[in-house]
């Protein structure tokens, strides 16, 4: 029925009013249906962005930049379009590109989701008209994909089907985006629209009071099998223990928070923190960032008009201002005040039992069903709580980080990925203009703690000055380092076995009788066999001279997981993520180690008393591995065992020559590692037996150390 | 019947006197006899060798140096004794070392067969009489060894007789060589010994004249099934096409030489080579070393004595010396006088037929079976020719090099090895003291020419003035080229297929209706690849921006065999060697080869018209790749192809980032080099295909470059 791209335009403008849509079902019995479905969606959210810029009155307005962090609008009018190309090209679902040339200048810009230096090239930007009649044959080539791609239900990440909810998804992220840059731009420039009509309420603030919310277990993420399109950092779950807590029963109004103002909260720098003193310094910021002060009276900036400000709207504030708010709020009261965490907020959010697509009608001033502007901060109510969701995007204390499990989409492998890095702050809940998946419970955003959206904030009071929140598993991306997490926790290549896990297991095989109370893990680089000990010994040290190895197995200890980008090829990654869950390891093992940082030349005295020190390819590192192997046997348990691995890679670098334990001409003959061995360590030592184990080390997708390691064991004599 | 060490000892003494032995053979028939044939020649070799130090008549003697290129006497001493130890037990046959102390002293000397800088170390000698009483406990533990040993005939080079053997022609290589350095002792410290009782007789010396030796084949080497013991460098075999030319009657005398001393030969650098004329500017030498002149008159040291210059016996002379002599003689002829090479000294050796330890008599002053010192040059005559073996040692034109197959033993790799250098000139035939291997036919001894030995020479006429000398095939030893040498034709590894060989037969079975004129190996490194092309096409250009990879192509393309030395284990290496022959490559082949030193970037206007051109490992070790693939086909023919392979390893060393085809974002997207690859060569070729071929690339023994490149075919677009 809804045959070519041309009726489906037709009906578009007809229907140009209906701002309201639902994101997709990825089930369904009816392909048929759903692939009209998908074009529906499309379609509409073409319009709808298209629509967004209508209200420009002056094509010299797409050329400014009202946001000097941020393109000008042409960029942003010109890129949805641009990446739906791109990943379709990228999916390789359509051969060629339409414009190299404005393709490449639409193709990156500055992404808020994912980084904020700006770019500061010139730009040969083209004209709106150009840029108009490329969307519009994007907008065709998607339809005809959308006809003719294949589509079996539910919809799963790999099929073409995929890539267009994406394109829209982000599509509707810009929507929102752009309206900031919009709501930046000078009225000059813009006349109003009956699409995007504010709403016209505001009077003076209800006091707002703290109320009870009762702690308790919340599961955050959308899990594996979602029935709607999600992000990357939106799947997996995690459970995390919420202690009870009050929050605020509205969103902090504008009038609330010109008592902060007025109160001379931007001029006192011990309410703001370390970050947010510099961003202060660095703007001289004074007032919020959408308000405006003139002869003595404030107005607030929307998106197509200023008004007096709206003392009952909530206020539009960075995280570095609602955090300073809070804090001279916690000066004032003498309470732990403070924003929510993400998992605070979903207790929050869990009062509401609806989601979209399900809903009705919005439980909030959300997915456009009502203004095209904030409202009053107590008119959407659950529990008591007002805008739990819609209205503003809500600030956190949380830095965004991926759930256990996360994975990025081989087609956008760095939505998310780079801002983990604890300098993102999520913010919750959706704004008026929060869409499709963006209006979804489970929708997590995350902006530097700088930035503007249609963001203000809620408190709450804790019962303890401390925040719940866990430091951000940051993509580790030294190389060195991100080797080695790939040895330790990553994939077996060429079939060679996982070495730590190798290493631990033949010594065990080879040494049955072993006592297991006491073993040293020396050179533990990022732990992996210092959890393979911990399985069998009651208490494993895990020590490495690299603060930056050790962090890792610390790490992984205390969060489980630890992430790292791989490099594939040139300055290509991959991104990485190993999680003690998956590769076997229990709570009661992990909690066996303690990792140290600790030279092996100069072990403290608490480090003895073992039954077991395995050295995995560390004599080849130290400066003077004689003297290490002369001192062991001080730390170990009668009966105990020494066992070594090493490829004898000597390296001046490492070892003076003179200090090489073989590979070296002793009287003019071959004096090999083993031979050296053997005389160091034979007068405290039985020698047991050498035996070799390879082990690879992934450098690029195709380049890899192949080595074979010895592994001699030894026990010590009585 | 020769039960005890203690009676063998008995016997050796009352033998004293017999200075004459045979070499044993290695086969036989009964292994009892065969035992004790061994420990008899052990015994004897080690009492003759002690016998050569009982003319010194004051312990004193033992620590003076009075070849200040060598260690005092009393390291010679102990040495040979300490040699047994240490290869005993590097061949694991016993267990301990005897004296850790002593044997570090006496194990690394000047070992003049190897190397020749002096250690400036002091050493904390030890006395004679611990000395000898060391000595002592050696015999017996040597003698232990050939009772309990392992025996089966024929003695093969893994049996410890095999080690036994070596000790023993060791110490017949010191018999000599520290008869020459008691030779330049003062005289004060040494008696006459009725066991080294010198020739008595000398006269003017004979007329030396120019006598016509046949050319012919000429075989060299002792083959690989020789029936004694043999060194290394005698192994394997090569046939030398010699050319007719003169030889003088007689080595040159006293005499002879004379007239050169004085007519100013010392004094006219024109005479001397650069090196000669180096040495002569160093030692200020000029007269010959075992010359004395005193008022006016001349006279000569030997072993134990100092006698009136002997004109008829031969002179003694280093290489050098020899050398300039022959310019002389030249100069003064004007004819082509110089030293004979190995081979034509072999064409003069093969007219007797026989050979120690087959023969009753020797066939010259050699063995020890006449004297203990040099006798007239007019004594052993053969075809007319005299001295063609033994009186002293003959200087030859050509440097030590292995035959092809050389290959050393694992118990003394650095036997030969080290002297495959350019800088150690054969000599050939023996002296008067050369005993065991010393005395056969093909054995081969070589020194730096400026070194003093019982040595002097012959020279020849030769019909033309160049030297049929060929470049020795030196070990490579730089890290870098080694590794590609063994990538391209040492051992596999891992299981993974030779690299180059595999890329080339995949490649024809992709293209199997190429046209097989012509083909391009750029990048062609050492040049394996080529060989591998020159079995299909016509002609092959092997080109390599890198000269130091591609002499070794072109080496291996001259003389067949290329060596080169492998790092093992630290500073161990290993010793390998590649001949195109036993890789199957024939002449016809290799002929169709030209390699040539160029940059890909800027080649030549001849290399064009190819129907292949094979970029093995290039592409991402150019400055430029872009411009390379843009600019290759009008190199090519109609209907032709290009094939790459690479890893993909860029790096900024050798490429800008921006010159880097792939591995890159491009419009924020992840673009692959498989993609810049198309997106450059789309254009003028079709792409057929990609695939991966694994390769291994050795570091250490232990330690590998494991990777896999991807090959892409492609074919010119008409």
């Not at 003076?204 to 709607?228: E, I, Q, S, Y």
């Not at 300055?571 to 303690?594: M, P």
Request: aromatic share 14%; glycine share 6%; net charge negative.
């Amino acid at each position: 029925m809804p045959g070519s791209f041309k009726e489906i335009k037709y009906k578009m403008k007809e229907n140009m009013i209906v701002r309201v849509s639902k994101t997709p079902l990825l089930n369904g019995d009816a392909v048929d249906a759903k692939r009209e479905e998908l074009r529906q969606y499309f379609h509409q959210t073409y319009s709808l962005y298209e629509a967004l810029f209508e209200p420009i009155t002056s094509d010299e307005a797409y050329f400014i930049r009202p946001e000097p962090l941020r393109h000008p609008l042409i960029f942003y009018f010109g890129h949805t379009a641009t990446f739906f190309v791109n990943k379709l090209v990228l999916g390789k679902y359509i051969d060629e590109r339409l414009n190299r040339s404005l393709e490449s200048m639409f193709a990156i810009g500055v992404d808020e989701m994912s980084w904020d230096d700006l770019n500061q090239a010139n730009y040969d930007w083209p004209s709106v008209q150009t840029t108009r009649a490329y969307r519009h044959k994007v907008r065709g080539i998607v339809d005809e994909v959308i006809s003719s791609m294949p589509l079996t239900l539910p919809i799963t990440q790999d099929q073409p089907a995929w890539v267009i909810l994406m394109g829209i998804e982000h599509e509707r992220i810009h929507l929102e985006t752009s309206s900031v840059i919009i709501r930046m731009l000078s009225l000059d420039y813009l006349k109003p629209h009956p699409l995007w009509e504010p709403c016209r309420i505001s009077a003076a603030a209800p006091k707002n009071t703290l109320l009870p919310v009762a702690g308790g277990c919340v599961t955050l993420g959308r899990g594996d099998n979602a029935d709607t399109y999600g992000w990357d950092n939106e799947y997996g779950s995690k459970t995390v223990e919420v202690d009870s807590f009050h929050a605020s029963q509205y969103l902090v109004s504008n009038e609330e928070f010109l008592a902060f103002v007025e109160a001379g909260g931007y001029q006192q720098l011990r309410l703001w923190s370390e970050e947010g003193a510099s961003w202060l310094n660095y703007t001289k910021a004074s007032i919020p960032h959408f308000w405006v002060k003139r002869n003595g009276k404030y107005f607030q900036r929307n998106l197509l008009d200023e008004i007096e400000l709206p003392l009952n709207w909530p206020v539009e504030v960075n995280y570095l201002e609602a955090n300073a708010f809070c804090h001279w709020k916690a000066e004032q009261t003498g309470r732990f005040i403070r924003l929510p965490t993400e998992a605070e907020w979903m207790q929050l959010r869990n009062m509401i039992d609806t989601d979209q697509p399900y809903w009705d009608e919005a439980p909030g001033n959300l997915n456009l069903e009502y203004f095209a502007s904030s409202c009053p901060v107590d008119h959407f109510e659950t529990n008591g709580f007002y805008d739990i969701t819609g209205n503003v995007w809500q600030w956190t204390e949380s830095p965004i980080d991926g759930y256990p499990g996360f994975e990025v989409h081989p087609l956008y492998d760095d939505f998310s990925a780079p801002t983990f890095d604890g300098k993102h702050n999520i913010f919750t809940g959706g704004s008026w203009i929060s869409t499709g998946n963006e209006a979804l419970k489970f929708s997590r955003y995350a902006f530097r703690r700088h930035f503007f959206q249609h963001a203000g904030f809620r408190y709450i009071e804790a019962t303890t000055k401390e925040v719940p929140v866990e430091p951000v598993n940051t993509y580790e991306t030294d190389d060195l380092v991100v080797q080695y997490l790939e040895f330790h926790y990553g994939d077996s290549y060429f079939g060679v076995a996982n070495y730590p896990v190798a290493c631990i297991e033949t010594l065990l095989a080879k040494l049955p009788a072993i006592n297991t109370d006491k073993a040293l893990d020396l050179g533990c680089s990022v732990g992996r066999a210092s959890f393979e000990l911990a399985k069998t010994f009651s208490h494993v040290d895990a020590i490495d001279f690299s603060a930056r190895f050790i962090q890792h197995g610390h790490q992984l200890q205390e969060t489980g997981q630890s992430r790292f980008s791989i490099p594939t090829e040139g300055e290509l990654v991959a991104f990485k993520e190993t999680s003690l869950e998956q590769l076997g390891y229990t709570k009661e093992g992990k909690e066996r180690i303690h990792f140290a940082q600790g030279d092996a030349h100069n072990l403290k005295p608490q480090f003895s008393g073992y039954d077991l020190i395995f050295c995995g390819n560390l004599i080849d590192r130290l400066h003077d591995p004689k003297r290490f192997l002369n001192e062991v046997h001080s730390r170990m348990n009668s009966g105990s065992y020494l066992v070594l691995t090493s490829p004898y890679t000597w390296l001046e670098d490492y070892t003076d020559k003179s200090n090489w334990l073989g590979g070296v001409k002793v009287n003019g003959e071959n004096f090999s590692t083993l031979d050296g061995l053997k005389e160091t360590l034979s007068q405290r030592f039985e020698f047991i037996e050498a035996l070799d184990v390879p082990f690879v080390i992934r450098e690029t997708a195709r380049k890899f150390q192949h080595s074979v390691a010895q592994m001699s064991l030894w026990k010590l004599k009585d």
